[in-house]
């Protein structure tokens, strides 16, 4: 490999190199800059030069120097630090034949750089080498090395002699070789070795030359290499050559296929050691490296979007990083470990995934290893936070296409909301919520990582990003920013910080109400931003700790204020329990529809009726200056029309007005009432013929416009522009001349008010434009009626005017019948919403008494288990008298058995003795007592015998009689049988 020819255009970006030398007084700085430009020693010698400028052909690179002399005097101090601040290189200079300046560079001017935060190249340069003691002769290498060692920024030390002529074009030299081809991006002088961003983009470049990816430079790979950075072929015995340095320098580097990678590392860390560093920065700058050793800004895109834009990655990426998946998965287990994402990104100047926010914000497993998902995810979240830098590392890893075919800039929000769909690929979610209220636990369960008791606050943004599945063909990219209670002030202080946001979900500790309240707190702090930015976002709540019992009333505030928002009622998850209730596809799908969900302050709904209250006061007062406007005309057209033709003049007059004010009314833009005007006031002066065939026109065309209006959603459809369009500016002009009014065509012909505001309105802000309008009608009719009463026209409707209605009271009936419908329909609708909603809250309640009950249950029966346990301890046994004991609950309360009986009621009598008292009422009713002992009242008869206290111990209806002759018979029985047998 050869050096760059000295005629060689400038390669480098620069455009000059900025010298600023300095020094003690005396050390022969200004004598050194104008030997150098003028190659001539001064005999005198100004205190600070000029700035010198050096030819650009001095030096191979062509790169243009200028020269900065510096003071040595104290009060100069303060230009001179400004002067070293500037400078692309610092020469310093000692007076060889005076050792106490050598000296002052270590004690005084390289703190001073260091103090000054001066970070560029050092030369230190001795100067006056003529006279020097003879006596006194020292190595420059044993001199500088101890300085040079603690000054890691000194690049070179020489020493010269302007007098003599002795290496002054040399200290310039080395000093504009710092600039352009330093060696500390590339080498360590300390270890020796090249630096780890050098070896990555050596062995980047190393890749893209080898064509047929055997891991070897060819012969002939080597030759188109040479060609693209040096513009010069290699000879066969030169590559013959360079292998057998390599080879003898380092077995490995050379094999049956050609020069290796290690080869070639080698073979730049070869040049580097000899000097020969503008060959490694001639092949990095020719593969688009900068001085930072990273690709320079041009060859990266310029991505250009509205802050309400986000930025994807195209199939077509997407399909290249599926592939670099499978081609670093080496082991085919499906996940990419810490060591092959190392090797993915070993050609890129560093890991983009290592440090925030990206190190943790991907799921992985056990080992730190990314499925497919989550290395795609990782991708779309960096897309999305930094599009730039995301183009950068798919150039690093190889992208083969066009950089600006990799990445697409998604539809504005305000059109999503317009379109009523969004069409992202990739969602960003806004995560608000209080302290301990559950929001690191929440992302954490979406990156898949266990549920952690412990508390760790966030203090600062934390991002999360996983793949939610919403079908089998409708896969999103779901990203949780976690944004800490105290970070939010700082968000909303910049205007357009809700633009990046997809969805604002607002999660509260459904057991501490002071967390729901703060939530609901950020909730109308953030909608009232939205509204007053044009920001809007959707919004949901999150109950989170679902396992924990809600704080008293928490059902009905949250109720109260999801309605009162117009907004989804909380969604309940438990992520102790892992019980989510679908949260990650609801925040998905409340994103795609982003005209929904959109919380409305009270502020914000007075503000809409305002303008809606403007909006039609303004239309309305606009509608009645053009219907008095285009009556003036038709009256005055009317008065000067022969009898014969008046009815019909008077029904085309009448069907002008019509056909302005509909126009306006149904259009509802202002563009339209000029329009309408404009239409009206030439329909007077058109002749008769012209007149009809453009009135079946205009009826014809109402009537299409009317039959696609009723079937017009209410979104706006923008049409893109034409691209075919042509400005012919002559035409234009010619064409205005054709139509436009003679110069001498009187007032009464043309009808026409120009008026010019004087004052400019803001087109963007619907108030004044709206007013502007206003202002110039009403303008214009009070010149029209001064300037047809100075004439003495009639223009004023007489007394006896009357037009009948253009719609029947049919017609009529039908609209209202319609409208009378569609407000019930909506009526009904509501009220089904509302049973809806009071179903859902009956339920929630059910399901809440439930639990209390279930609660309560278990705290009697753990109650009554302690209870026994304490007795058991003492000593005491469950049975006998003892079991009637009383039970020493937690709460103090004492469980005992009522003794009480109720006179009249048997046992086992559920009616409490009502059956008895039903008949009779005090008389004895013999027979009914019979057979109600015989048969029963009614109702369950399982429980009439059962074992009581009372019914055991009572021996009232024991006949010892019976049982004796129950024996006697039971004998009797058997001695029968007996003989029988």
């Known amino acids: 490999m050869a050096k760059p020819s000295s005629g060689t255009v400038n390669p480098h970006s620069r455009t000059g190199v900025r010298i600023v030398v300095a020094g003690d007084q005396g050390t022969g700085k200004s004598s050194l800059i104008i030997t150098a430009a003028a190659d001539n020693f001064p005999v005198n010698v100004p205190p600070v030069l000029p700035p010198t400028r050096l030819p650009e052909d001095l030096y191979p690179d062509r790169v243009p120097i200028t020269i900065i002399d510096t003071s040595s005097r104290a009060e100069d101090s303060d230009k001179v630090a400004e002067e070293l601040q500037r400078a692309d290189t610092v020469v310093l200079t000692y007076a060889c034949d005076r050792p106490e300046t ?48 603690q000054f890691r920024e ?5 020493e010269c002699s302007a007098s003599r002529h002795i290496q002054v074009p040399e200290v310039f030299y080395y000093a504009q070789k710092a600039v352009l081809h330093p060696t500390a991006p590339l080498f360590d002088q300390e270890s020796q070795t090249l630096k780890p961003r050098c070896v990555r983009a050596l062995k980047r470049i190393f890749i893209l030359c080898d064509h047929d990816r055997d891991g070897a430079l060819s012969d002939a790979e080597l030759n188109d290499f040479q060609v693209k950075c040096f513009n010069a072929p290699l000879q066969p015995s030169e590559i013959v050559g360079v292998k057998k340095v390599v080879q003898e320098k380092m077995s490995e580097g050379v094999n049956e296929r050609g020069l290796t990678l290690t080869g070639f590392l080698f073979l730049h860390a070869l040049f580097i050691e000899k000097g020969r560093l503008e060959t490694t920065w001639t092949v990095l700058r020719k593969f688009g490296y900068n001085d930072d050793i990273k690709l320079a800004d041009d060859l990266i895109p310029p991505i250009k979007r509205a802050p309400d834009q986000s930025v994807e990655l195209t199939n077509e990426a997407l399909d290249f990083l599926k592939a670099i998946f499978d081609a670093f998965d080496g082991d085919g287990d499906g996940m990419l470990r810490s060591r092959e994402l190392e090797e993915l990104f070993s050609t890129a100047p560093e890991s983009p995934w290592t440090g925030t926010p990206y190190e943790d914000a991907a799921e992985k497993n056990a080992f730190g290893g990314l499925s497919l998902d989550a290395f795609l995810s990782e991708w779309a979240l960096m897309t999305l936070l930094n599009p730039t830098f995301s183009l950068e590392n798919l150039i690093y890893i190889g992208y083969p296409g066009d950089p600006s075919s990799a990445i697409r800039v998604t539809r504005r929000r305000r059109l999503d909301r317009k379109k009523q769909h969004s069409d992202r690929n990739v969602l960003q979610c806004f995560v608000f919520g209080p302290r301990k209220a559950g929001k690191s636990a929440l992302l954490n369960s979406f990156i898949g990582r266990p549920y952690s008791e412990s508390y760790n606050p966030t203090t600062e943004d934390r991002y999360g990003v996983n793949v939610v599945d919403i079908s089998m063909e409708n896969k999103k990219y779901l990203v949780l920013r976690e944004i800490p209670e105290d970070g939010v002030r700082k968000l909303l202080s910049n205007k357009e ?93 409340a994103a795609e529809h982003p005209h929904l969900s959109i919380p409305e ?74 329009v309408a005007l404009t239409a009206s006031l030439g329909l007077m002066a058109m002749p008769l013929d012209n007149v009809d065939s453009m009135i079946d026109d205009e009826r014809e065309d109402m009537g299409e416009e009317m039959s696609s209006s009723e079937s017009e959603q209410d979104d706006v459809r923008l049409v893109e522009p034409s691209k075919n369009a042509v400005y012919n500016r002559d035409a234009i002009l010619d064409k205005l001349g054709d139509i436009s009014w003679p110069e001498n065509v009187e007032w009464i012909h043309k009808l026409s008010i120009d008026l010019d505001l004087e004052q400019e309105v803001d087109v963007n802000d619907d108030l004044a434009r709206e007013l502007a309008f206003y202002t110039q009608a009403l303008e214009g009719t009070r010149q029209a009626f001064e300037k047809l009463q100075s004439m003495g026209l009639p223009f004023l409707r007489p007394s006896d005017y009357y037009a009948e209605m253009v719609k029947t009271d049919g017609h009529m009936e039908k609209v209202k019948g319609r409208l009378l419908a569609e407000k019930r329909k909506m009526e009904e609708a509501e009220e089904r919403r509302k049973a809806r909603e009071a179903k859902r809250l009956a339920k929630e309640i059910q399901a809440q008494k439930l639990k209390e009950r279930a609660k309560q249950k278990k705290e009697d029966i753990e109650s009554v288990k302690k209870w026994r346990k304490q007795r058991q301890q003492s000593g005491f046994s469950d049975t006998g008298n003892d079991a009637d004991a009383a039970f020493d609950f937690e709460d103090g309360k004492v469980f005992q058995r009522s003794n009480k009986k109720r006179p009249g009621v048997a046992p086992g009598d559920r009616s409490g003795g009502k059956a008895r008292q039903a008949f009779g009422k005090g008389k004895k009713q013999k027979k ?11 109702g369950k008869k399982g429980l009439k015998k059962q074992n009581t206290a009372d019914t055991t111990n009572d021996y009232s209806k024991f006949k010892k009689r ?15 049988f007996c003989c029988t047998s």
């Open 928 to 938: 009914r007592d019979i057979k109600n002992s015989k048969f029963g009242f009614g």
């Open 154 to 158: 000194i690049e070179t030390c020489i």
């Open 962 to 976: 019976a049982v004796s002759e129950n024996k006697k018979r039971k004998r009797q029985r058997q001695s029968l």
């Open 102 to 149: 050598l000296e002052n560079l270590n004690i005084f001017w390289l703190p001073h750089l260091r103090k000054l935060e001066v970070k560029v190249p050092v030369i230190v340069v001795g100067c006056k080498l003529d006279l020097r003691d003879e006596n006194q002769q020292v190595s420059l290498e044993q001199v500088m090395s101890p300085i040079m060692q």
């Open 601 to 674: 302050t009270e502020a914000g709904r007075s503000r809409k009726q305002y303008h809606r209250l403007i909006n039609r006061s303004l239309m309305a007062v606009s509608v009645g200056a053009a219907v008095v406007v285009v009556g003036l005309a038709a009256y005055r057209f009317l008065s000067q029309t022969p009898p014969s033709l008046s009815l019909r003049r008077h029904s085309e007059a009448f069907l002008a007005v019509s056909l302005s004010v509909s126009a306006v009314t149904q259009k509802r833009s202002w563009q339209f009432l000029s």
């Open 497 to 589: 910080s809700l633009a990046s946001c997809d969805i604002a979900v607002f999660v509260h500790d459904r057991f501490d109400e002071s967390s729901w309240r703060t939530s609901s707190e950020l909730l109308v702090e953030i909608a009232s931003h939205g509204e007053d930015t044009g920001y809007e976002v959707p919004c949901l709540i999150v109950a989170a700790k679902d396992d924990l019992d809600s704080f008293p009333m928490a059902i009905q505030e949250s109720t109260r204020v999801s309605q009162d928002m117009g907004v989804e009622a909380p969604i309940p998850i438990s992520v102790k329990l892992g019980d989510f209730n679908g949260l990650f596809r609801k925040i998905v799908i």
